[in-house]
């Protein structure tokens, strides 16, 4: 078989491909994400991270935000975070054609800034806060504890708890090497779980995780913070720029 040329490698590699993911499991929102409905009914759609997706779902049930559609890009971007950009744009330029508005469920999220330039390219909106334990708290919130001297806290959110051997313990080599769990996490003094929802077992599972990391261990029930604001916040203004 011929090699191909690294023109075509490249290629290939920067081609966008679609959520094939259709339930909300957790290690199917990790590996496939959440695949867009086939059938659309909503005017507005959220391009969001795959470690987001009930959140987000519960959020819309609630405020009753039937009116909008919701595709997830796989969680285990963020292990590659130079990947979102080119993710996002692709999912864009699918779904830009049905949709009047998209919206994307991403903060910062180790992108350097790069992820917001390109949504300002694409002419989209994205949750501000540089990632998910920022607008769970509250980005003001979030500061004013890094201000504080909160810097060396290492942060779990449900789904993170749920998913921390396919998130922390083995892309950072411990399942093989756990001698050098102290090497690894020696500059943080505490896990701070951020729940969004009231679960007595993830609390347990997450002082479990603070156990496994010889961290000290703290619960926060943040609820959805700036993510369930951004999202009525998006609801509210496409509606009332629909109705004129």
């Keep these: 078989m011929?090699?191909?040329g690294r023109a075509a490698r490249l290629t290939e590699r920067a081609a966008f491909r679609p959520p094939t993911g259709r339930t909300l499991e957790e290690s199917s929102l990790?590996?496939?994400g959440?695949?867009?409905p086939e059938k659309k009914t909503g005017r507005i759609l959220l391009i969001a991270c795959g470690a987001l997706a009930r959140e987000i779902i519960d959020i819309n049930e609630k405020n009753g935000l039937d009116h909008i559609d919701l595709t997830c890009l796989p969680a285990k971007l963020h292990l590659y975070p130079e990947q979102i950009v080119d993710a996002i744009d692709g999912a864009?330029?699918?779904h830009s054609a049905v949709y009047d508005k998209i919206f994307v469920v991403y903060a910062d999220c180790g992108t350097g800034g790069a992820l917001e330039r390109k949504c300002a390219e694409l002419g989209v909106e994205m949750v501000a806060g540089p990632h998910c334990y920022s607008f769970f708290e509250g980005n003001e919130t979030f500061a004013r504890h890094s201000e504080?001297?909160?810097?060396t806290a290492f942060y779990l959110t449900d789904?993170?708890?749920k998913q921390f051997d396919a998130f922390v313990w083995r892309p950072m080599g411990l399942d093989k090497n756990p001698e050098l769990r102290d090497m690894v996490f020696g500059n943080y003094t505490k896990l701070i779980y951020q729940s969004q929802t009231s679960d007595p077992k993830l609390?347990?599972?997450a002082r479990a995780c603070a156990d496994r990391m010889g961290l000290e261990f703290e619960h926060r029930h943040t609820g959805y913070g700036d993510l369930e604001t951004s999202l009525t916040a998006w609801a509210k203004g496409s509606s009332s720029s629909g109705s004129g």
Aim: aromatic share 4%; charged share 35%; no cysteine.
């Design 34 to 36: 959440l695949a867009a």
């Design 2 to 4: 011929a090699r191909k």
């Design 30 to 32: 990790t590996e496939q």
């Design 148 to 151: 504080e001297g909160e810097i």
């Design 203 to 205: 609390v347990e599972k």
């Design 159 to 161: 789904f993170l708890v």
């Design 92 to 94: 864009v330029a699918k």
